[in-house]
């Protein structure tokens, strides 16, 4: 395996929201993992790939820089492989996930996909949707103000408003479920898959998850969990993944969140090799 060699670039801080320290913690760990495993791993940072320093055809990355993802997806065509995939990233973009999941009839929340400078009250009540999260359209999450929770159709007016004068030009609208919040992580092509309750572990990034506050221990099937979102992976073209989802009080669970490469800050030391494993998979199967 000594003649594997793999570029490995770090995910920029500006799009490490309160999680610098968790992102670098996971990547380190993996590369590490990969070591192990006779491969060479280079590190490099978004600004040093945006530059044309990585020269290696096989890329490990945590990017979110619209360039790097450009540049990811150009290498990608060019025949490198790229984990998570920068067409696989893109996905994980707000509105293009949610076009995505609901098109694979991915169990999601109503949604409303609106330009930020037009008028949305009727539209959210001939729908019914009252209570709801407001999510820039555009690109990943990098500020609190991105992910906005609004208590009625008026108060949703004003929301998007203030992100028509912020420059964001489009949104994501969801209809607020009431139910347990459960964090999850995955490694596709391995059975590794982890849940908790956010709230309960004092886990967050902005605070939202405050909203739905304490979970109540809602029966619901694990299995079925791990089967959807496995398919959402899939889908969305990511191998390492991670999101958020409600369980209902009847039982049923929608994805509300899912993004490529996450923290996996509470158990980091248990995914990280089965991340190597999949990144190995991936190289063996290229090969």
């Excluded at 490099?44 to 044309?52: P, W």
């Excluded at 994501?172 to 992580?185: A, M, Q, S």
């Excluded at 995955?186 to 572990?201: D, I, K, L, M, Q």
Aim: charged residues 25%; contains cysteine.
């Amino acid at each position: 395996m000594a003649d594997i060699k793999i570029a490995g670039i770090m995910r920029a801080g500006a799009y490490s929201p309160n999680h610098i320290g968790n992102d670098a913690a996971i990547f380190n760990a993996v590369a590490e993992q990969l070591r192990k495993r006779g491969c060479e791993v280079n590190i490099y940072s978004e600004e040093q790939f945006i530059a044309g320093k990585v020269t290696e055809n096989i890329i490990l990355n945590m990017c979110r820089e619209q360039k790097s993802i450009q540049l990811l997806q150009e290498r990608e065509d060019a025949g490198d492989l790229v984990i998570n995939s920068g067409y696989g990233i893109e996905n994980c973009t707000r509105e293009r996930m949610t076009r995505i999941l609901l098109g694979s009839n991915i169990p999601y929340p109503d949604s409303l996909m609106v330009n930020t400078d037009e008028a949305v009250r009727d539209a959210l009540v001939a729908a019914g949707i009252d209570r709801c999260w407001i999510k820039r359209g555009d690109f990943h999450a990098m500020h609190k103000e991105d992910v906005s929770y609004v208590r009625h159709p008026e108060e949703a007016q004003e929301v998007l408003q203030e992100y028509f004068l912020r420059g964001i030009k489009r949104a994501v609208i969801n209809r607020h479920l009431e139910g347990d919040l459960i964090k999850f992580y995955g490694v596709a092509g391995t059975p590794f898959f982890y849940r908790f309750y956010p709230f309960e572990a004092g886990h967050s990034k902005y605070g939202h998850e405050a909203i739905n506050g304490h979970a109540r221990g809602l029966t619901f099937d694990p299995e079925y969990l791990h089967a959807i979102c496995t398919k959402a992976a899939d889908v969305l073209d990511v191998k390492i993944y991670g999101g958020d989802c409600i369980v209902a009080p009847d039982g049923s669970i929608r994805i509300i969140d899912f993004n490529d490469w996450p923290s996996f800050a509470p158990c980091r030391n248990e995914a990280a090799p089965h991340i190597a494993k999949c990144v190995m998979t991936e190289i063996k199967a290229r090969r």
